[in-house]
């Protein structure tokens, strides 16, 4: 136990509030409390950066599922279009069928109702016939001989006539299109002999260089036959498969294990386990390139050496093959930073792994240089474009292919790229298969043009004379001929007559014959199109043969749309499904190309949003890649996650919040009002012992508190409360909100870095309680209770009245230190008699004593008697006279040579006698 508990001054009081916030109040021992608040707090950041961890994880591989599920989504979208696609051609061959079959029923009524009117009008042309042949018999027999002669010239001439015109439209149509003159006369006939050399030249000048472009086409034509038939090649190949290595390889591959029964997994290319890393696609042409050879190396571990080498020995390989003995001691340093090296990654899992890491290390080590200063300076390096830099000063740059043609790309264990690349590819190339075949369709057509010209040609130069096609006047006289006949008739009404009956029956002929013609050429073409439909039906059929329609009700139903949506409001016909056809062909491939590329960028987005999570949370995903194929582990997790790991932090979290740290808050938070209770019960227990203190005639001194107005220690309290309210009772006591308050306390109670000093200074002042009031004074009337005056210092008083008042408040601190009773029990003590207990009050008094007025030191001394304490007072023999009546015991202390201080201890009444003699 502490002799001396605190040292008062007994100095005038200059502010109350720290007077009594100093000397009247313990401070109390918050450090443990916080310690263990913080403590706690620990334990429950803990479990938030768990559920924060979780949380974010979830929130990162959100996306990645909706994006794979939108990979897949259009992979799914384009793979139905690829099959509505191959399709369409089948479908509408089906159509065509189907409506073909059709016409052919129509055209074979309309043929059957044509053949009716022909027999018909056979039978009328017969009988009229018959008639005209009896009128013509009449005219003779009536002097009609010279008519008759006419009529036969005439009807010669008309013939030759008939001949004429149509050789001379023949020529000029033919003389037109090959750039001569109309034969109108025989000058023009000459003119147009005499050029046919020329035109015929020109003709086969035109005939030779559209042959030359013919066979051009068809040469192109058959390459990209060729092409589109080694792309579906790889296609299945890379289907088949799932790295990017090119048929030949995997081909001797196969035929090697085969041979020796070793798995085609035990002998990988070197190309299967090695890949450019995420993020650095800007060297992946750069590091195929200089990879390549190495990448197309196969990998034989010495367990299977020897069975290898000796099969690769024995037979015929059909091409080359490198490959490397993989023995089981390497370095597995992996490749220096910058390196070309340390930009490839290895597949996890791989036994190859030490020995690509020393191969990478070792032989890769070219340095990664962005500057043609930086590839100078070092002994081995690549640039972004491609040239490297050896050993002995030998550099290299092949551009023979193209250095980003990702069709060549060999490195990685995922070809799905390459697939989506060497789609577009074979899309390509049908497309320039249609443009050449049209084009090659067009130059046909030219050829036929020329060839015809050339027909032409000869129809021309068949006519050697003009006479052969001058119908003019052959014309006219036929109508030399018409004329003496008309004159002939004229002199004879019977043969006006006949002759008259004669025109009627010719003329009623000559109709039935036109109808009977045209007949005949609705049946003519009636025949021919049931010939071309048969044809193409038995086209369709061959066609169905070798392209059967798919039984997938889907992918038909879906083409069925597509073509309803192309045609609009027109109908399918047997005529339009070409056209059709080469629509919704059009509108496919446009589709399938949209998709391919959208494709690729979900499949990017995906890969960038795993490697993402894979370089956030590499623990998480030590056994999964960043691939396509990995989407149902990174799915598997999030259903984890959200599942099982959440919900469990979430609990864990809300437990620890709720039964520990919320809990441990508002204990603090009650303790420290406990303390605010207490500081307020013992201010009123002074305040008791005050009041039987007169401090002037018939006043009193009694303390008053308010709350601080200090801004930290009000938001201080206003935070913890915050901290506790709503917690206690409630059913969900899980809030970030409230984690987020707790923390900020916590946070400022442990010291924020930076801010340590500063907060450990707000720490202190905040939680010390008696630093959330203010102290000032009261002088009041004892009787009435009225103040009388109010003050929180000394200020403006005189020297008198401030030691008075330094003596009250110390007496009320005293009363506070020693726990005396208020009220009556210190009237009594103060009004005569010891008390019935016993009791240690010491109380030390300096020389500073000394210094005050004679009159308040008295008041002061009166005041200690009363409160019946001990006291020990130093002070200097001036004030002896007005301590004399309040002591027992004098102790003298004397230094006469300044190095030689002596203690006389006497009693009270000793030192009187003392002082009496010395006197006397």
Known sequence: MDLFHRTVSMKQVENITHFVRTNMLEDDDVEARITKLISHFDDLKKAHEAVVRAKDQIEMLKPIRESAATHQKLSSEEHQARQQRDQLHPWFTDQQLRLSLEHQAELEQTGQKLREDSTQLASDMARLRHELAIVQEDIRTSGGGRLAAIDAEVAQLEETAQTQRKRFEQYSAAAVELGLNAPEDRVLFDANRARLGEVEQSLAVRAAELQERRTAFHSELNELAARRENIDAELASLGSRPTLLERPQLELRRRICEGTGIAESALPYAAELLRVREGEAEWEGAAERTLRGFALSLLVSAKHYAAVSSWVDANDLKGRLVYRKVGDSYSSRPPAPGTLGAKIAIKQGTPFRDFLLDELSTRFDYMCCDTMEDFRRYPKALTINGQLKGTRGRHEKDDRKGLMDRRTFVLGWDNHEKIVRIRAERDDVDG??????????????????????????????????????????????????????????????????????????????????????????????????????????????????????????????????????????????????????????????????????????????????????????????????????????????????????????????????????????????????????????????????????????????????????????????????????????????????????????????????????????????????????????????????????????????????????????????????????????????????????????????????????????????????????????????????????????????????????????????EYREERQKRAG
């Open 432 to 909: 320039k298969h249609r443009s050449v075949g049209t084009q090659l369709a067009k130059v046909d057509t030219s050829l036929g043009d020329v060839g015809r010209l050339r027909q032409l040609l000869g129809n021309v130069g068949s006519v050697a004379e003009f006479s052969e096609i001058s119908w003019k006047l052959t014309a006219r006289k036929v109508q030399e001929l018409k004329d003496e006949k008309l004159e002939l008739q004229s002199g004879s009404s019977v043969l006006q007559q006949l002759t008259a009956k004669e025109s009627e029956v010719s003329g009623r002929i000559e109709r039935l014959q036109e109808r009977s013609d045209k007949v005949q050429q609705r049946l003519g073409a009636n025949e021919n199109a049931a010939r071309d439909i048969a044809a193409a039906i038995e086209e369709c059929r061959l066609t169905l043969t070798d392209q059967p329609l798919t039984d997938d009700d889907g992918v038909l139903a879906a083409v069925a749309q597509l073509t309803a949506a192309a045609l609009g409001d027109k109908e399918l016909t047997y005529r339009n499904t070409g056209a059709a056809e080469s629509s919704v062909r059009s509108g496919l491939t446009a589709r399938i190309d949209g998709l391919t590329k959208r494709i690729a960028n979900a499949a990017a987005t995906t890969v960038r949003l795993m490697a993402d999570f894979r370089s956030k949370y590499p623990n998480e995903t030590t056994d999964i890649d960043a691939t396509l194929e990995a989407a149902d582990e990174f799915n598997r997790l999030l259903e984890q996650l959200e599942c099982d790991d959440l919900p469990r932090f979430e609990a864990r979290f809300k437990d620890s919040l709720t039964h520990n740290t919320i809990h441990e808050v508002v204990a603090f938070n009650a303790f420290l009002d406990s303390r605010r209770q207490d500081i307020v019960n013992r201010i009123s227990e002074i305040n008791q012992s005050l009041a039987e203190i007169e401090y002037n005639p018939g006043r009193h001194i009694q303390l008053e508190h308010q709350s601080s107005t200090d801004l930290d220690v009000r938001q201080f309290g206003i935070d913890l409360r915050a901290c506790s309210e709503g917690t206690i009772g409630d059913d969900d006591q899980y809030s970030e909100q409230k984690y987020l308050q707790v923390e900020r306390l916590i946070e400022r109670f442990r010291g924020r870095e930076g801010y340590s000093s500063l907060d450990e200074r707000w720490t202190a002042k905040v939680t010390d309680v008696r630093n959330w009031f203010t102290f000032s004074a009261s002088e009041r009337w004892t009787e009435t209770g009225e103040e009388f005056e109010h003050f929180t210092d000394s200020g403006g008083k005189s020297g008198g009245q401030k030691e008075k008042l330094a003596y009250t408040i110390l007496a009320a601190a005293l009363a506070f230190q020693f726990g005396l009773a208020a009220g009556k029990g210190a009237a009594r003590g103060a009004s005569g008699g010891a008390g019935k207990g016993r009791s240690f009050r010491f109380v030390v008094i300096d020389e500073a004593f000394g210094r005050g007025s004679d009159e308040s030191a008295r008041y002061g001394m009166e005041l200690f008697q009363r409160m019946k304490l001990q006291l020990l007072i130093v002070t200097p023999l001036q004030k002896i006279n007005v301590i004399e009546p309040f002591v027992a015991h004098v102790g003298f202390v004397a230094n006469t040579n300044g190095n030689d201080s002596q203690l006389r201890n006497m009693t009270i009444t």
